[in-house]
Nanobody, 126 residues
Framework: QVQLVESGGGLVQAGGSRRLSCAAS????????MGWVRQAPGKEREFVAA????????YYADSVKGRFTISRDNAKNIMYLQMNSLKFEDTAVYYC???????????????????WGQGTQVTVSS
């Protein structure tokens, strides 16, 4: 059974940092694109960041560019999201996603992903 499990969420003050992890089990995603989306209360899920299979290409939403960094460790089958300079509006449930079909992100994590985690809550206090 393939599972993606997020961790690292919690309460953080505005301006602070947090690192999320997404651990995959059941199969390796070393040849596949992965990414993060988030959902704030009362809002639709939105794209946050994506990374290609070897980590050399990364993609970010404008709202997090320059503050968040996505990375991966294929040897450990783990993906990360380093979040710096957090803002109140970053408060959301963060979900990791993985494609079973694509090696690179092609513009829609929602269409390209086949596996999803259960989410981890990040709350930024102002």
């Amino acid at each position: 059974q393939v599972q993606l499990v997020e961790s690292g969420g919690g309460l953080v003050q505005a301006g602070g940092s947090r690192r999320l992890s997404c651990a995959a089990s059941g199969r390796t995603f070393s040849g596949n694109a992965m990414g993060w989306v988030r959902q704030a209360p009362g809002k639709e899920r939105e794209f946050v960041a994506a990374i290609n299979w070897n980590g050399r290409r990364t993609y970010y939403a404008d709202s997090v560019k320059g503050r968040f960094t996505i990375s991966r460790d294929n040897a450990k089958n783990i993906m990360y999201l380093q979040m710096n300079s957090l803002k109140f509006e970053d408060t959301a449930v963060y979900y990791c996603a993985a494609s079973g079909r694509y090696a690179d992100y092609s513009g829609s994590l929602f269409r390209e992903s086949d596996y999803w985690g259960q989410g981890t809550q990040v709350t930024v206090s102002s």
